[in-house]
């Protein structure tokens, strides 16, 4: 009776891992049609209305060829790239010299990456470093926690989309909601508002937690014990 019960777990557990292929392909297979379709289209309009299309400037890379610069986000992101290359350089130089010279592992690097990463976020934006590092903190416990409950997916969810809506609804928070005696800290709040690329940490916090949530399901594996034998 074992033997077949372990056998009749196996087969169901081998035509979800089916089905879960089937769902992939498929999914993958709709996004690339997708973008494929969309991307043709978003070529033709530009070529049918390209003397009248708004914020056309002209290119560096390609000669007499006008780029699209209208979104103020992509505008500065294009401004600051040679800044953004130049800190990325020092960034993995100083890493990579560091892990040479410390012989340093896993969680070495993790804790140089950590540091690096702070000192990186201080720069953009400042004293709101504190809204962004409350906010992760909460999921990771909530995380933690709740991973194994039934009601955890929406719990996540929820979580996530209120701060998401109360970042942009307040701004990302004048230090005087909480209390006038914090004022000063709205003098410091870095050179990029934190809350405008936020919903990128969104959904790293909501990917992190259903794949912890996932794991936890599966009785294959043992996140422990992978994770001992990394460090």
Request: hydrophobic share 50%; glycine share 4%; net charge positive.
């Amino acid at each position: 009776m074992g033997t077949l019960a372990m056998n009749k777990d196996n087969l169901n557990r081998s035509k979800i891992e089916q089905w879960k292929q089937k769902e992939l392909f498929f999914l993958v297979a709709y996004a690339i049609v997708f973008y494929i379709i969309f991307i043709a289209r978003s070529l033709q309009l530009s070529r049918d209305h390209y003397s009248q299309l708004y914020g056309l400037r002209q290119g560096w890379l390609i000669p007499n060829h006008l780029n699209d610069m209208s979104d103020s986000q992509w505008r500065n992101f294009r401004g600051n790239l040679p800044v953004l290359t130049l800190v990325f350089g020092i960034f993995t130089l100083l890493a990579n010299l560091m892990r040479a010279f410390f012989n340093l592992k896993v969680r070495g690097m993790s804790i140089v990456w950590l540091l690096f990463s702070l000192a990186y976020l201080l720069y953009l934006h400042g004293a709101c470093v504190i809204f962004i590092l409350s906010i992760a903190t909460v999921n990771y416990f909530l995380v933690k926690i709740f991973a194994r409950k039934n009601y955890f997916p929406p719990l996540i969810w929820s979580y996530n989309i209120f701060f998401l809506l109360c970042n942009r609804i307040y701004e990302g928070y004048p230090f005087t909601v909480f209390s006038e005696r914090w004022a000063i800290l709205d003098n410091y709040r870095g050179s990029f508002r934190w809350h405008i690329c936020f919903n990128f940490v969104v959904l790293r916090m909501i990917s992190f937690g259903f794949d912890y949530h996932w794991t936890n399901q599966d009785s294959r594996f043992d996140h422990e014990v992978v994770v001992m034998a990394i460090y």
